[in-house]
């Protein structure tokens, strides 16, 4: 159920970019989205979360999520220290989050950190470049959906034994993940051309 909605929302946000005129930065972060969404999700189902094949899958899906909205981020930058702001506070919730994880740490808690850290630099950076931008409503939603996924990679890195959290980050991030990219691609075909 979780992998079906996560596709739909990622197709749905794909193809809504190709049926309008959209940046290239947008459209490559929707099919970084689905290739990351297609890439693991099956991973995770036959061979489970513990698995080293999930592993593979995720670090390597994850790193295209990220690196495609670090992309959205730079592309749309309207001013120069919103990118100095978006590594001020990535550096300190990386900062925090390192000195409050367990210790020995795993791989999965060091990756946790770089992908919430990269998440919050373009979550930031871009939530202060949306007021200049055309695409505003667009730019602030992928904005705060970053921030919200970085605050969950976070805090799963400090909680990844807890059964609660274990639980919400099962649900919460897909239902975000959804609504923004309906959300968005709703947007996106408001924003077509009239004449069409």
Known sequence: MRFTALL?????????????????????????NLLYTAA???FLYWFGETSLAYA??????????FGAALNVARSE??????????????????????????????????FSLAEGGALALAGTALAFS?????????????????????SFRLGFGLN??????????????????CGALGWIGMKILEARPQNE
């Open 56 to 65: 593979a899958a995720y670090y390597i899906g994850a790193s295209i999520h």
């Open 77 to 110: 930058l309207a001013r120069r220290w919103h990118l100095a702001l978006g590594v001020i506070v990535a550096a300190a919730v990386v900062v925090r989050a390192f000195y409050g994880m367990p210790r020995p740490m795993r791989s999965y808690h060091l």
């Open 160 to 177: 990844a034994t807890h059964e609660t959290w274990l639980r919400l980050n099962e649900v919460l991030p897909t239902v975000f993940v």
């Open 130 to 150: 949306a007021a200049w931008n055309r695409r505003k409503s667009i730019m602030l939603a992928l904005s705060f959906l970053w921030l919200a996924l970085a």
């Open 8 to 32: 739909l929302a990622s197709v749905w946000a794909l193809g809504a970019s190709l049926a309008v005129p959209c940046p290239k930065s947008l459209r490559i972060y929707f099919a970084g």
């Open 40 to 42: 693991t999700q099956p």
